[in-house]
C-alpha cells in the first residue's frame, strides 16, 4: 500500500487522539464555583486590573465586596468601551461596608469614548442575599457614589442590620433596580439600621420591575431612611400600575426631600403608614414635583404621617389626610393637582408662624374630625396671611384655627380673605379665632358667601386715642380719660368694663389710675407700643427730649409730675380713685388665653 493512501486515515487517528485528551482534561478539571474577591486598593484603581483585588477581577458569578476597614475616600475607574464594543461589566453581587467612601466613575479615553455599565446580576429580591446591600455592620458608615452610566441590579437595602449606616449617592447615569416581587420591597432605605439616597445632578434611580417594584424607607422598628432628590433633572421613578407601592416610615422613620427642581413619580405612597410610624415628605421650590396618590397617616394602623408642598413645590394626584395625618404649606404657594381629604389637619403656614398659600386644583373636602389652620402677620394673600384656595367644590365641616404671627395686630376695618372657591357646601362646627385674650373682636359673617373675615375692634393696652396703635399719642389720651374715666368710655364706646380694663389698664394691675401713664411711657421709651400693626421701637427718654415728638412728651411728663405731687394729698388722692366706679377699682385679671389647639382624632379609617 502506498504511503499517500495511508495519509487521511492517520489525520483521523490524530484528530480523534487530541479530542479524547481534550474530553478528558475537561472532565478532569475541578467545576468553576463563584467566589468572594476583596478590592484592596485603599488609593483606589481601576476596576478591571487584577492587582487591585484579592482574589482577581471579579466575575459574572462572582461576588465584588469593597468591605477593608479604609477612612480614605477613594475612586474605582470603569474603563469605557470602544465604537465597536461597548462595555458592560458584570457580577453576582456588590457589598460595600467598612469603607469610608468608594466613587464609581466612567474611566474614558481616546478610542474608549463609551460610558460603562455594571451590572449585578444576582436575581434575589428578598432580604437575604439581594444584589446589593451597602452597610451591615455597625463599625464606619460605608458610602458608594456612582456617576456610572448605568449601575443595574435586582434589589438593593441601605443600612442593613441594627445600628448600621449605608448610603448611596447618584450623582450622574442611573441607579436601576428591575426586581419584581408582591412581598418584597425591592429597595430598602433603612432596614434594621439607617439609610441614605441622594440623587442629585440630574441622576436618576428607576424601579423598572412593575407592576411590584416596591419602595421602603424605614422597615423595622429603630431603623430610618432618607431620601433626596435634588435639582432640575433629578428623578426617582416607579410603576405607575396599580401593585406599586411605596412606604415612607414603615414600622419607625422616614423622609423624603425633593427640592429645586427635583422629580418623583410613582403609583401610590403611604406616608407614616404602621404602628409606631412616623414618615414625613416635603416637596419644595419651584419646578419640584411628586406625582403619586398620597395617604398621610394611615388610620387603622396610627402611624404619623405628614407633607409639606411649599415655596412652588407641587403634588399631582389625590391626597388624603388620614386620622393621624397632616398636609401643610409652610411658605410660599403649595400646588395640589387633584383632590384632597381632610379627616385630620391641614395646615397653610401654621407651623413655623409663617404664611402661605395652599391651592388645589380640584376639590377640598373637609370630614367632621378635620381642622384647618390659617396662620396670618399683615394683610397681604399668600405673602402676609395665608389662604386656601380651590378650583372646584369645597366641603366644610370640623373646625378652622385662625393665628396669628407673633408681634402682628390687626387694626379695625382689615379684612383676611382665608379661603377661596368655586362651590361650597357645609360650614364649620367650630371657628376659633386668635382674639389675644379678648384684645381683638372679629366679624365672621361673611365667612361662608366670600371666606372673609374682618376685625371689628381692638382693644389693645395703652390705645387710648383708639387709633389701633400704641404710640405717644397715646399719652395725652391718657392723661384726659383719667381727668374724667366715665365720659372716656362712653365716648370711646367702652362701656364693657373688661374690654376698658384691657385698654387703659396699662400695669394690669386691675385699676386705672395715674400709674398706668408712667408705664406707658416706659414702655414706649423701651421699645414697646405699636405702630401700623406692628412693633415699633422709640428714642429713649433722653432722645426724646430732642426728637419731633419731644415737646409732647415734655408735656407729657410735666404733667404726670404734678400728678405725682398732688398724690401726696390725701384729699387730692381720694378725689382721684373716687372717680373711678367700685367694680372698676377691684382687681380682676382677664381670663388666661390658651390659644386654639389641633385635636388629635382617633376615628376609624375611611375607605
Known sequence: MRFESLLPRRRANIVLAI???????????????????????????????????????????????????????????????????????????????????????????????????????NPTTAEAGRALIVGYSNVNFPKLTTSLLNLNCAAATLGDVAKSAGEINVTAGALNITGSSAVDYELIVGNYGTGFLNITGGASVNLTGGPSDNLMVGNQPGSAGYITVDGAGSNLTGSTASGDRWVIGGSQYGSVLVSNGGHITNSQTYIGFQTGSVGDATVQGAGSVWTSQIILGAAAANGHGSLNIADGGTCVGNIIVGDAGELTSFSGMGTVNGNVTNYAGVFCGAHLGSVSVLHINGSYTQDSNGSLNITMGQTTPGTQFSQLQVSQAMSLAGSLFVSREAGFRPMPGQS??????????????????????????????QLYTTGTISVLATYFAGDLNRDGHVDAADIPALMTALSDLNNYRLTNNLNNLFQFRLVADVNADGQVNNADTQVLINLLA???????????????????????????????????DSIWQGLRNPHYRNQTDSRLPPALVAKRSPPAYHGPHVQRHSASRRH
Open 19 to 121: 479530542a479524547l485528551a481534550l474530553a478528558i482534561a475537561v472532565a478532569a478539571a475541578p467545576t468553576a464555583r463563584a467566589n468572594t474577591t476583596h478590592w484592596n486598593n485603599p488609593s483606589g484603581g481601576t476596576f478591571s486590573d487584577p492587582v487591585n483585588w484579592t482574589s482577581g477581577v471579579p466575575g459574572g458569578s462572582d461576588t465584588a465586596a469593597f468591605d477593608a476597614i479604609n477612612t480614605n475616600t477613594f475612586s474605582v475607574g470603569f474603563p469605557g468601551g470602544t465604537n465597536l464594543q461597548p462595555i458592560d461589566y458584570a457580577t453576582d453581587r456588590l457589598l460595600v461596608n467598612f469603607v469610608n467612601e468608594v466613587s464609581f466613575y466612567p474611566q474614558l479615553a481616546i478610542g474608549h469614548p463609551h460610558f460603562p455599565s455594571y451590572t449585578l446580576n
Open 416 to 445: 383676611f380673605k382665608i379661603l377661596d372657591w368655586n362651590t361650597r357646601s357645609g360650614t364649620f362646627s367650630l371657628v376659633d379665632l386668635d382674639v389675644l385674650g379678648g384684645r381683638i373682636a372679629w366679624d365672621r359673617s
Open 526 to 560: 423701651n421699645g414697646g407700643g405699636s405702630g401700623g400693626g406692628s412693633l415699633t421701637a422709640v428714642p429713649e427718654p433722653s432722645a426724646l427730649i430732642l426728637a419731633a415728638v419731644g415737646g409732647l412728651i415734655l408735656l407729657a411728663l410735666s404733667a404726670v
